[in-house]
């Protein structure tokens, strides 16, 4: 089901995701609960309105995701903590000290 493109950017930087100025696309950093830059990133496309079911497959898979992680990750169901928590057991996040 096609999402509206304002939607899932918003609640991927609710979720610890931050874009730079610039560019062709809008890109989209994961930052760590500690403050720091990871590999993780996805994109979309100015213009945009809706992000088809495709596009939205790939998103899922940059960020790391299953498809239904990542439409839990946009509800929010699925929140900051438990996906920085899917992202350190991949061995993609360091867990912040304690």
Known sequence: MPRKQGDVEKSLEAKGFQR???GDHNYFYYYSTAGKKTAVFTKTSHGAREIDDSLLGRMARQCKLTRGDFDRLIDCPLDRDGYEA?????GLVEAAAT
């Open 20 to 22: 730079p100025k610039g």
């Open 86 to 90: 899917k992202l350190i057991e991949q």
